[in-house]
C-alpha cells in the first residue's frame, strides 16, 4: 500500500529549462510535505516543504506547489541546473500523530543536461 | 560531529551471518529512524525511537531485525541469519524532536549478502 506514490522514475532536462517533479498521495490525513535530494552514497538532504494550509512555498529556484483536493503535489526547478541532478524524494507526515515520521515515495531521478 | 553519521559505510557478509550497523545522531535529537533502500525503491521505514518512549517497530519485516538505541543517543541495527533479500542501504535519520518535520540523514550503509 503505496500512501506516496512518486510514478516517473526518471526525467531529463536540458540545463536551464523548467524541471517538474510530481509527487501524488492517497492519505487525506497527511498535512506537510517535504521534498528530499539525494545524490549518489550520501543521505537524502532536506530540501524544501509546505504546509497542507498553503497551496504555494517558494524557496530561491525551487517552488513546490500543492494541490489538496487533487492530493498532489509537484516540485518545480527553475533554471535547472547541472548540480541538481540527483534522486528527489517526495515525503508526507501527519497521518501517525508524530509530526516526523515520514512517508516516503520512490523516487524520481533527474538528469538535467548540458 | 555536526551530521548524523553511519558505519560501516560498506558491509560485505555471507548468508546466514549476523550483522550490525551503527548510528550516531546529532547530539541532542532525541528522535531517530532506521530505514533501507532496496535497488530501484523508496525509503522503507524501519523503526523509530523517541526519547525513553518504547520504540515504534512497527516497520521491521521479521523477527530477524532488532535495534536498540543506548542511553538516548548512539543506536545499533541488529540483522540475524542475514538473506539475499537484505541486500539494501540501511539509512539513519534524526530529528530535534517528534514535532520537527525535517530529518537529518546519515550517508548510509551498503549491506550486501553474498
Known amino acids: 500500500d503505496q500512501q506516496v506514490k512518486q510514478n516517473s522514475p526518471s526525467l531529463s532536462v536540458q540545463e536551464g529549462r523548467i524541471s517538474i517533479l510530481n509527487c501524488d498521495y492517497t492519505n487525506s490525513m497527511f498535512d506537510y510535505f517535504l521534498w528530499y535530494k539525494k545524490y549518489p552514497a550520501e543521505g537524502p538532504t532536506f530540501l524544501i516543504s509546505?504546509?497542507?494550509?498553503?497551496d504555494k512555498n517558494e524557496d530561491g529556484r525551487f517552488t513546490v506547489f500543492l494541490n489538496k483536493s487533487a492530493k498532489h503535489l509537484s516540485l518545480h526547478i527553475v533554471p535547472s541546473q547541472p548540480g541538481d541532478s540527483a534522486v528527489y524524494f517526495c515525503a508526507a507526515s501527519g497521518s501517525t500523530g508524530t509530526a516526523s515520521k515520514l512517508t516516503f515515495g520512490t523516487g524520481t531521478r533527474l538528469q538535467v543536461t548540458l | 560531529g555536526a551530521g548524523v553519521s553511519q558505519s560501516p559505510s560498506n558491509k560485505v557478509t555471507e548468508k546466514g551471518k549476523d550483522v550490525e550497523l551503527r548510528c550516531d545522531p546529532i547530539s541532542g535529537h532525541t528522535a531517530l529512524y532506521w530505514y533501507r533502500q532496496s535497488l530501484g525503491q523508496g525509503l522503507e521505514f524501519l523503526i523509530y525511537f523517541q526519547g525513553n518512549s518504547a520504540p515504534d517497530k512497527s516497520g521491521l519485516p521479521s523477527d530477524r531485525f532488532s535495534a536498540e538505541r543506548t542511553g538516548g543517543s548512539v543506536s545499533t541495527l541488529t540483522i540475524q541469519r542475514t538473506q539475499q533479500e537484505d541486500s539494501a542501504v540501511y539509512l539513519c535519520?534524526?530529528?530535534?524532536?517528534?514535532?520537527?518535520?525535517?530529518?537529518?540523514f546519515g550517508p548510509g550503509t551498503r549491506l550486501t549478502v553474498t
Open positions: 535519520a534524526t530529528t530535534s524532536g517528534p514535532s520537527s518535520y525535517e530529518q537529518y
Open positions: 509546505i504546509s497542507s494550509i498553503k
